[in-house]
């Protein structure tokens, strides 16, 4: 892909308004929160999250956390709880990540939990990510803004220097204040530190009354993206198909005719943001078999690749 010009946005309204079309659009907006800075799109737009992780190089589809103005408007993608409300009472807006059951009705690009059924979640505190949110109107998916395998981004230039060319804007706002990633808690079960942040355990402990669960790096469900097969289709799944059985529908990739194709363009980004739709609906198909046509190993070829191999995976792994 040719490299875009990534455009250096000034916090006030005109640079505000301009990033929040570009969200609109379809682009990607680095924005300033509070812990880090942000890679953030349209949560809703499948292709428009694609390309965060081809942005980012990432190699699988790691859940993204969502970024919303208010707790109020969090309740419209997951399932709210009496511990939701008691920690975001305490510590929203700010650098604390709530995982909850999606709802079912949420809207939100499959690729943004890849595909999981729970949601990370979070009100920024950051005055520029707030006025983005308020702006936009809408759930703004945002991993931090590095490059795969590079540590977080706290000022712009950080941003600048790993993704320029690869992004339509970012928003400069400084360096971040808190400097480290949200803490992110699991609520889909006995409340969990899933990874430690920007608010201190003990503080979100002294709020819950009782001691957060730590998750057992050994048991795969506790690490999502890592289990080799959280979802698989009912179906067998083969792939670097070249020819289809009479049992089975085809997952086409390119110029070939197929039951559904990720890209006749052989565009991986199209690809990517076509994967888990083309999974449900050939899997609801009920067949014997899903063959896939080869995939290249490049970009995001690689991410596609791996969310395809665990997909072929034994089921009892
Ligand atoms: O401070 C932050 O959290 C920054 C700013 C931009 O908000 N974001 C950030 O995102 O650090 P990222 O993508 O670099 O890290 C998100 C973490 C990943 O480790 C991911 O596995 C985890 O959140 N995560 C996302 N969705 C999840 C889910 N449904 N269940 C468990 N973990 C999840
Ligand atoms: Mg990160």
């Known amino acids: 892909m040719s490299a875009l010009e990534t455009l250096i946005l000034t916090p006030k309204p005109s640079g505000i308004a301009r990033a929040a079309e570009t969200l609109s659009a379809g682009g990607l907006i680095a924005l300033p929160t509070e ?167 003990e503080d979100i402990e002294a709020v819950l009354g009782a001691p957060l669960a730590l998750r057992d790096k050994a048991d795969p469900l506790t690490a999502p993206g890592q289990m080799l097969s959280h979802y698989a289709p009912g179906a067998r799944v083969r792939l670097n198909a070249t020819e289809v059985a009479e049992d089975e529908v085809l997952l086409g990739f390119g110029p070939v005719p197929c039951t559904l194709n990720l890209s006749e363009t052989e565009d991986l980004v199209e690809a990517a943001a076509n994967l888990f739709h083309h999974l449900h609906a050939l899997d609801a198909m009920d067949p014997a078999g899903i063959a896939v046509s080869p995939i290249p190993m490049k970009g995001l070829g690689v991410a596609i690749n791996d969310r395809l191999a665990r997909a072929a995976a034994p089921r009892d792994a």
Request: proline residues 10%; aromatic residues 4%; glycine residues 10%.
């Open 35 to 201: 812990t880090v800075y942000g890679l953030g799109a349209d949560a809703r737009n499948d292709h428009a999250v694609a390309r965060i992780f081809q942005a980012k190089g990432r190699p699988h589809f790691n859940p993204l956390i969502v970024h919303v103005a208010s707790a109020q408007v969090a309740q419209r993608y997951v399932e709210w709880s009496d511990t939701a409300q008691q920690l975001s009472d305490a510590f929203w807006p700010g650098a604390l990540t709530l995982v909850l059951p999606l709802r079912a009705d949420a809207g939100l690009s499959p690729l943004v939990t890849a595909d999981l059924p729970t949601l990370a979640i979070r009100v920024p505190a950051h005055p520029i990510a707030q006025a983005l949110l308020e702006t936009f109107d809408g759930p703004v998916a945002a991993p931090s803004a590095n490059p795969s395998g590079k540590i977080s981004p706290t000022t712009a230039q950080h941003v600048i220097d790993g993704l320029s060319g690869r992004i339509e804007g970012i928003l400069d706002g400084g360096p971040c204040p808190v400097g480290v990633e949200s803490t992110i808690v699991g609520l889909s079960g006995v409340p969990m530190l899933l990874r430690p942040g920007g608010v201190a355990t």
